[in-house]
């Protein structure tokens, strides 16, 4: 087993958001190394308990392995967290204080070549973040329109050479079918050429990922579900890397601050929304010293907010 675990980002700064000193049951929603859940477990309370969940089953079986001194304060789910309100009540539990998500893909799954993520390894074309994927990088690749191909590479990838990308992609299934991240490396660089190829690389495969494992749908579920089961005073605390993952969070806790939807004019509100959550803070991002030692902090942005009434429409 690989003992070289991911970098935690933005950790201090999620468990200060969370109250997480003070709290009983937090999800961690996006489990990966366990290295949220494992900082959780060192601050709670004594009687806290973490409920960790990934859709990846290595995860789970790593998480589980690092954690087990935690025994039962510590328990790991494989599962969708788009799902996490039908995953905790499965538990048996009906409320918790926190849920916390750090979006994305993790250092297990992009150092195994096997698993195809990664760009600068070759490896089959997968991609598959766990086994619960309708479709892998092979079938998107060989089996997508030029025109759906572009839409995925424009979309998660802001490319701006897809529709090239996906024109020379369709070109070269004709005669061989691309089943390696070696032959897709190999058509980017032939379209956008070597000065800016690892960007494009980056973008391709980043679209390519995010398409796979459905992640924008996933996160718009996983929002409102999360609000089920936080209680009232629970904390929502999530990681974004891309910024229409961002841009969905901070749109889902905006509109659930301020959910009142009747025209300015009227003088007091007749729509009857109220308020679900508070916004705690401004957006964080890493300061230099994490980005310095953990340049794939980059790009991470914190967004924080607490529920404060059951009313809204989640
Ligand atoms: C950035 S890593 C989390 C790293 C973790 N915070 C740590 O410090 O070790 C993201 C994890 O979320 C998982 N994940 C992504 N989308 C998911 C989903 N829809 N449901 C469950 N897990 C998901 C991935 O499998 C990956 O393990």
């Known amino acids: 087993m690989n003992h070289e675990y991911h970098k935690s980002v933005l950790v201090q700064e999620a468990l200060d958001g969370l109250e997480a000193v003070t709290a009983r049951i937090i999800v961690d929603a996006t489990c990966g190394d366990g290295g949220y859940s494992s900082e959780l477990l060192r601050v709670m309370p004594p009687d806290g308990m973490v409920i960790a969940i990934d859709r990846d089953p290595q995860a789970i079986a790593r998480a589980k392995d690092r954690l087990s001194s935690y025994q039962d304060r510590f328990v790991a789910v494989k599962g969708n967290f788009c799902n996490i309100d039908t995953l905790v009540t499965g538990l048996g ?126 996160l718009k579920q996983f929002l409102p579900a999360s609000l089920r089961i936080l209680k009232t005073g629970g904390v929502l605390a999530i990681v974004a890397y891309h910024s229409g993952e961002d841009r969905i969070v901070k749109e889902f806790m905006r509109e659930q601050a301020n959910p ?36 794939s902090a980059r790009s991470a942005k914190l967004r924080v907010a607490q529920v404060i009434g ?4 989640v």
């Not at 195994?112 to 079938?139: H, S």
């Not at 509100?269 to 705690?280: E, M, S, T």
């Not at 059951?310 to 429409?313: D, I, L, W």
């Open 93 to 218: 539990i009906t409320q918790v204080d926190g849920v916390v998500a750090d979006l994305g893909v993790s250092y297990l799954q992009i150092s195994d070549p096997e698993r195809g993520f990664m760009f600068m390894k070759p490896g089959p074309l997968l991609m598959n973040m766990g086994d619960d994927c309708r479709v892998n990088a092979e079938t998107v690749v060989n089996e997508y329109s030029g025109e759906e191909l572009a839409r995925i590479f424009w979309e998660y990838g802001e490319e701006r050479a897809s529709w090239k990308i996906a024109n020379a992609i369709t070109r070269f299934r004709q005669t061989t079918r691309i089943t390696t991240t070696r032959q897709l490396v190999d058509i980017i660089r032939g379209v956008v050429g070597s000065r800016f190829e690892i960007k494009s690389f980056a973008r391709i495969f980043q679209a390519i990922r995010m398409h796979v494992n459905m992640e924008i749908e996933n």
């Open 310 to 313: 059951k009313g809204g429409a």
């Open 260 to 295: 009142c939807t009747c025209p300015k004019e009227l003088p007091w509100c007749v729509c009857g929304k109220k308020p679900v959550l508070q916004l705690k803070g401004k957006m964080i991002t890493p300061g230099d010293e994490e980005i310095r030692n953990n340049p």
